[in-house]
């Protein structure tokens, strides 16, 4: 990759102008993204917003910002139902999906009311309108959910798209976070909650009812490269399996894209569902231990 940035800045003596001027030359030749793998690159964000009522002036943010990812051949489904003081309650379904040939459809429908039955499932109240869209250019829809002469409160969704391109390997850093989750493409959470933050782990390892995964940043005896890291996620893969690690914190900082090394053992697994071991280690010599431990 040859790459040619100037960046330019002009102080006056009253004003700042700021002026970026950015060539770049990429020489790597890209590849056509499988529709069936789109579904592993994206992550689904949204924010309330609150605007003027022409929708040209920011008033403010709500609180809440809600994220949302595929796990499995299942669409994305949320029950979005938000109060706020001071604000209108607002209830929006959404389901995000793609079909065959890889395009993203989203169907929005927006409710006066929602409530939690004592079961666990969801009562809607009055439809108050649907919406139906197939993505273009990968940019989020949006949806205007309350109108009146001094405001307009929109629903905003973005579409964040992760890339397992130029990774790099980034040396003995330990992963560690905590309130980890683990989950495959078959819809099989292996684990939840899992607390990894105390430690220099730069070997890491975990068991679970479906398997177990060992991974570092670094190779080691018996690993392979099985994926990459960034930001609060790890995405590793054996055959059709896709694996990912997602936690409330960052594993890496923000901008860097590492390379996981490791090994999957599908059959090394704990007896009982939730039952889940882990290990870490600062030592090459004490984590191949552990692995060959039955």
């Known amino acids: 990759m040859k790459s040619v940035l100037v960046f330019l800045t002009l102080v006056m003596a009253f004003a700042t102008h700021a002026e970026d001027i950015n060539f770049s030359e ?10 069936d793998s789109l579904r592993w690159k994206i992550e689904v964000q949204a924010d309330l917003l609150v605007f003027n009522k022409t929708g040209t002036r920011l008033l403010f943010k709500s609180d809440e910002e809600r994220k949302w990812r595929f796990g499995n051949e299942k669409p994305i489904t ?13 209830a929006l379904y959404h389901e995000w999906q793609f079909n065959p040939q890889g395009e993203l459809q989203v169907k929005l ?10 079961d666990g499932s969801v009562k809607t109240g009055k439809l108050i309108q649907e919406k139906e869209y197939t993505v273009e250019n990968m ?22 798209i992760w890339s397992d391109e130029n990774t790099i390997d980034i040396g003995k850093l330990g992963i560690n976070s905590n309130r980890m989750t683990i989950y495959d493409n078959k819809g099989n959470v292996w684990a939840s909650r899992l607390d990894n933050s105390t430690g220099n782990n730069i070997y890491y390892g975990v068991t679970t009812h479906q398997g177990t995964v060992y991974m570092s940043y670094v190779p080691f005896d018996g690993a392979k490269k099985i994926g990459f ?26 901008g860097i894209k590492a390379n996981i090394y ?3 053992d599908l059959n090394k697994r704990t007896e009982r569902l939730n039952q889940v071991r882990s290990n870490g280690s ?13």
């Open 262 to 264: 490791g090994i999957i």
């Open 282 to 294: 600062d030592k090459e010599a004490n984590f191949l231990d552990a692995i060959r431990q039955k």
């Open 78 to 90: 949320s029950y979005w139902n938000v109060a706020t003081k001071g604000l209108p309650t607002t």
């Open 26 to 35: 990429f020489d790597t030749p890209r590849k056509e993204l499988e529709a």
């Open 139 to 160: 940019a989020g829809p949006s949806i205007v959910l309350y109108q009146d002469d001094s405001r307009r409160i929109v629903a905003q969704f973005r579409i964040q």
């Open 109 to 118: 429908r927006q409710y006066d009311s929602m409530s939690k039955n004592k």
């Open 229 to 254: 890291g960034e930001k609060n996620r790890i995405r590793v893969e054996q055959g059709g399996l896709r694996i990912a690690i997602e936690s409330n914190e960052a594993f890496l900082p923000r």
